[in-house]
């Protein structure tokens, strides 16, 4: 399975790019991502949420490191899914914002017919990798994953998807203040 994805957020590219860096920062904004654990300055161990409520480990190491520019990385080792990837950074057309491009590279267990599965049951990569950017650029612009009706606590409503648009607070709501 390859996918790529690429969005545009307005911060710089050194300030994204120290972001990503630091791998622990990533399951912030990646829904599968339950943890990043750095064990070295290239090396982590990377735990997922895998359909049918499977969790999955592997090792990681970053192969290539361009600072401000490149970051890619293999799964070494016996992952339980072998993957690759690569984020690059870029200046954007304005002149204050970076695009990020993602691309990544991974088997599929099960290989085609875990392809079907997935999908069956919601699990659509390409969807889910540009879900991953759009609460990055949340992240890294407002500083919090804007929540709508449909999952008001983030990771923990992945069942209660589809989401619902973000709507207005109610009278009742602004009234409350910052507790809401």
């Known amino acids: 399975m390859e ?11 050194s300030e994204l790019y120290e972001f990503w860096r630091r791998l622990e920062n990533l399951p912030t904004f990646m829904a599968h991502l339950d943890e990043v654990r750095s064990e070295g300055d290239r090396t982590s161990h ?5 359909p049918f409520d499977r969790t999955v480990h592997w090792q990681a190491e970053i192969v290539t490191e ?17 993957n690759r ?14 695009e990020i491009h993602v691309h990544l590279t991974y088997d599929i267990p099960g290989g085609e017919l875990g392809k079907a599965v997935a999908k069956y049951f919601g699990e659509e990569p390409h969807q889910q990798l540009d879900d991953d950017l759009r609460r990055l650029k949340q992240v890294i612009e407002t500083g919090e994953v804007v ?3 449909g999952a008001p606590w983030g ?10 648009p973000a709507q207005p607070l109610s009278p009742e709501e602004l009234a409350k203040g910052a507790d809401v």
Do not use: C, N, Y
Request: glycine letters at 6%.
């Open 3 to 13: 996918l790529s994805a690429t969005t545009t957020i307005r911060t710089s590219r």
């Open 46 to 50: 990377w735990t997922a949420s895998a």
């Open 66 to 82: 361009m600072p401000g520019e490149r970051i890619e990385w293999a799964s070494v080792g016996d992952a339980d899914v072998p």
């Open 85 to 98: 990837g690569s984020v690059t950074f870029a200046d954007a057309p304005d002149g204050r914002s970076t």
């Open 147 to 149: 929540r709508s009706d």
């Open 155 to 164: 990771k923990r409503a992945r069942k209660e998807f589809p989401q619902h």
